[in-house]
Each structure stands twice: as structure tokens, then as C-alpha cells.
């Protein structure tokens, strides 16, 4: 299973982006779906889950209220919407896929990752 994430960029406080993850060789439509970010020298951490049907999504409490995670199976890709960008998302974000279907806001839950993206945002 490949997971290749696309969308990050520099950007100004207050702006947008829109990631992108494209999955390719498993059953993608059976999966349960995360973002996690990591900044230099700091552990990775939970952005946002979403259920393999779509109709559940989970929210760290740092990105709630201005990111939205959502999925389009039938094109195998999930989506982070991220308004409202402040200096402290600055990380490489990474999507991964938990073929458990759990939605968890753990790293170790999910069996396969892709290799990040980087999202700067400056003041």
C-alpha cells in the first residue's frame, strides 16, 4: 500500500491550504484514515481521523474549529481542509491508514504511512 501525500507549501498566518493523499494498492474504501504533523524536534502528533465511510471525523483540540478532514473513496484520496493557519502548524504533515478501521488518535494504530509533506506558515 502507498500513500503519497501533496498540497504543502509556504504560506502567511491566516491562510489556507488543502492537503491531499492519494492511496494506491489496498482497499482503501475499508480504511479508516489520519493526519499526524510533526515539527523539528518534537514527537509526531494527532491532526485528524476519519472513518472509512466518511461519516465520522475526530479533531485534535489545537486544529478543531479550523481543519476539516474528509475522504473521496471512490478516487482512493483523503483530504485536510486547513484554514486559519497560525506559525504553530508549521510541521511536515503525513497521512496513514489504520486497515483496522479505528479511527485512533495513535501513531502505532495505523499500519501504513506516507512520506509527509511540509507546511510552513510564517507570522
Known amino acids: 500500500v502507498q500513500l503519497v501525500e501533496s498540497g504543502g507549501g509556504s504560506v502567511q498566518a491566516g491562510d489556507s491550504l488543502r492537503l491531499s493523499c492519494v492511496t494506491s494498492?489496498?482497499?482503501?474504501?475499508?480504511?479508516?484514515m489520519g493526519w499526524f504533523r510533526q515539527a523539528p524536534g518534537k514527537e509526531r502528533e494527532f491532526v485528524a481521523a476519519?472513518?472509512?465511510?466518511?461519516?465520522?471525523?475526530y479533531y485534535s483540540d489545537s486544529v478543531k474549529g479550523r481543519f476539516t478532514v474528509s475522504r473521496d473513496n471512490a478516487k482512493n484520496t483523503v483530504y485536510l481542509q486547513m484554514n486559519s493557519l497560525k506559525p504553530e502548524d508549521t510541521a511536515v504533515y503525513y497521512c496513514?491508514?489504520?486497515?483496522?478501521?479505528?479511527?485512533?488518535?495513535?501513531?502505532?494504530?495505523?499500519?501504513?504511512w506516507g512520506q509527509g509533506t511540509q507546511v510552513t506558515v510564517s507570522s
Open positions: 496513514a491508514a489504520d486497515q483496522a478501521g479505528r479511527s485512533s488518535p495513535l501513531t502505532y494504530d495505523y499500519d501504513f
Open positions: 476519519i472513518g472509512w465511510t466518511g461519516s465520522s471525523s
Open positions: 494498492g489496498g482497499a482503501f474504501s475499508t480504511y479508516a
